[in-house]
Every structure is written in C-alpha cells, then in structure tokens.
C-alpha cells in the first residue's frame, strides 16, 4: 500500500476511535443565542430550506465537507456520500486527490462520488501546497476532470502539513500560484481551511485574486495537530501537535470577520458545526453555505442510508431553529436580526 493510501486510512480510523475533536468543541457559536418567536406566524412546513450557491439551486444550505479517496474504505464512504447528496439535492467535495497521480487505480475511489450522485455539485480537492511541488493549473484541472467535478476545492493546511511526518510546509509564493489555477481552470477555484480558520486579511487577499468562494473552516471541531500527532512515532513532532492541538481561529471568529471585510463575497462556514441550531447561527452570521465533516464520518462507512439519516436529523434542527424564530426561509435568516451575543 503506498504511503498516501495508509495515510488516508490512518486519517479514518483516528476520527472514528479516538478524540481528535477540540475540547469543548470551541467554535465560539456558544457565544451567541437566538432570541425565540412565541409568536411565529408560520407551521413549520412553511420552512423553505432552498437555497442558490455560486448559481445552483440546493435543497438546503448544507455542503457536505471533503474528507476522503484512495484506499477501498474510500471508495465506500464516497460512494456512501454521494448518494446522500444526491438524495437530498446538497453538493459535496471529496478528499485530496493527489493519490491519483502516485496510484492511477486510485481514481476509481474518487468516481464513485460521482457515479452515485450523478446531479451532485460536486467539488474536487488538492492541497495548495502541492502548487509549490510540482503540480500546476493544468494538474488540477486534469484532477477535476478526471472525477466529473464541477469545481474545486484547493486546500491550506499548514499546520497539518508541519506535524504530518514528511509534510510538505514550502507556501512561499501561494497567492500567485493560486491566482495561476483561478485563471487557467475553467470551473470555479474555491479554498478552504481544514480547521484552523482564515482571517479576514487572508480572505481579502484570495477574492482579490478571483477565488470563487471561501470555507473558513475555523477551529473547534477536527483538529488535525491532534490526528497527526498520534500519527507521528517521533516524540518531538507528537509533542508539537499536542501543543497546537487546540490551534486556529474559532469559526463563528473567522466567519464573522470574513463576513465584515467581504460583504457580498460567497463564503462557507465550517469547522466544529455539530448541529442544525449551528448551521442557523453560522447563516445568521454571514455563511451563504454551511460545512461539516466528522458527524457524516462514521455514517459514511455505513450506508449512504445512515449518511442521509445524520443530514436529515441535521436539517430538521435547521427547520426548527427557523420556525421557532419566526423565518421563513434562508436569505430571511441571513438577514434575521434574532441572533443575540451573550457573551
Ligand atoms: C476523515 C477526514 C478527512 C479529511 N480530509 C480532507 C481532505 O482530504 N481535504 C480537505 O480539504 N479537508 C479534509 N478534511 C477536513 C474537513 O473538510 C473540514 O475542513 C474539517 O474536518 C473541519 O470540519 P469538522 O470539524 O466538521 O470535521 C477531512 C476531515 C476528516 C474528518
């Protein structure tokens, strides 16, 4: 098995039995609280959940978050996902895709996705870094291609990539390399923490250089430090994921101040998102799209049953949240002056 395969399943296998989530899931979304409607003028199924995102309609404002391809266990938990998206009409990113130009059988792992959600928006990924060892626009494109995507999703994750054994952690002169893919690639760019969070300063930089939308993916749910840091057989660089175990910038943090330097820019929230009463509170803090990776994991090696089960029970809280607070649809909520800090 090559090294990237072992490490993807690695990956898996340390989300799903041990804690690798930050303690008490700090995304700073506890800070705030609606203010509920006694009075909401609505029965719950006047709830619209529709929203439109980069120009597609979606059946909710939910987008289900990059994880995995590679090995066989891959394959499954995507194909598991696509058919949850296809289902219920959400688009989805698969994992990194670098595996398929070091394993061509690999690619098959990433095809799934598409072939079980035929209509899903579906987003590639690779990380940005790779822009800095030997992959260029054309590589990416190739990637997208080669899995029907309709876009795709370029990764940062420096601190991932400094405690992972071997990592690649060269980002000079990524802005520019970045704006290279954005004007060869003719699908939309977009780009992603893996949660650690971008900063308002950073997400100005990126839509001056023509991303098409950005997922802040701040800290409070999957850490990677902490993953990589089980990973690692040297005690130092253990020792340096647990230090940064808990890093970043919380995401109600980074997507509020994202939101206030881009006013109309798309955005994604993601990171730590655990229920639908948190996607509320990130739309209602500026998300056009709202992300989560971890509580679909485990589902995903089930059935895409059991993922569309999770999403269901994900967005009933979601309907919920809206009829208990008098707002009929998304743009209504984003707009909604119901969201109170309370601390
Ligand atoms: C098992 C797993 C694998 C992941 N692999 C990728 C990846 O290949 N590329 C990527 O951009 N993000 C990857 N992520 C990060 C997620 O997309 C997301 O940014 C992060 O986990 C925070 O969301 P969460 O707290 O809901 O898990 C992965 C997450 C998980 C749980």
Redesign the pocket.
């Known amino acids: 098995m090559s090294d990237i395969s072992q490490r993807k399943l690695d990956?898996?296998d340390l989300?799903l039995r041990e804690d690798v989530?930050m303690a008490g899931n700090p995304t700073g979304f506890g800070g705030y609280a609606f203010i509920p409607e006694a009075l909401p003028e609505l029965a719950p199924s006047d709830v619209d959940l529709g929203t439109t995102f980069l120009g597609r309609r979606f059946e909710a404002p939910i987008l289900i978050?990059?994880?995995?391809g590679g090995p066989q266990r891959g394959e499954d938990i995507n194909r598991h996902l696509g058919q949850a998206a296809q289902a219920l009409g959400l688009p989805m990113?698969v994992?990194?895709q670098r595996i398929i130009f070091e394993k061509p059988e690999a690619l098959a792992s990433f095809t799934a996705a598409r072939a079980a959600g035929p209509d899903v928006f579906l987003l590639g990924?690779l990380g940005a870094v790779q822009l800095n060892y030997g992959f260029d626009p054309a590589r990416v494109i190739e990637a997208v291609e080669a899995i029907g995507a309709d876009g795709v999703?370029l990764?940062l994750?420096a601190l991932q990539e400094l405690i992972q054994p071997g990592g690649d952690t060269d980002f000079r002169g990524l802005l520019d390399r970045i704006e290279a893919v954005v004007k060869a690639a003719p699908f939309p760019v977009l780009i992603?923490?893996?949660?650690c969070g971008i900063a308002p300063e950073t997400a100005r930089k990126l839509a001056a250089r023509g991303v098409a939308a950005i997922?802040v993916?701040g800290a409070?749910?999957?850490s990677w430090a902490k993953i990589e840091a089980h990973r690692a057989a040297d005690p130092a660089q253990r020792t340096l994921g647990e230090v940064f175990g808990e890093w970043g910038l919380p995401t109600a943090v980074a997507l509020r101040g994202c939101r206030d330097a881009l006013p109309d820019f798309p955005l994604i929230a993601?990171?730590?998102?655990r229920t639908g009463l948190d996607v509320a509170k990130a739309i209602a803090l500026g998300a056009d799209m709202v992300?989560?990776?971890?509580?679909l994991?485990e589902p995903a090696t089930r059935s895409g049953e059991a993922v569309e089960a999770a999403l269901r029970q994900i967005l009933a809280e979601l309907r919920a949240t809206m009829f208990l607070i008098g707002v009929r649809d998304v743009a209504t909520l984003r707009r909604s002056r119901h969201l109170l800090r309370t601390v």
């Open positions: 990956h898996i989300v989530g978050a990059s994880m995995t990113g994992g990194s990924n999703f990764h994750n992603k923490e893996v949660g997922d993916s409070g749910g999957t993601s990171g730590g998102i992300s989560f990776a971890m509580p994991l």
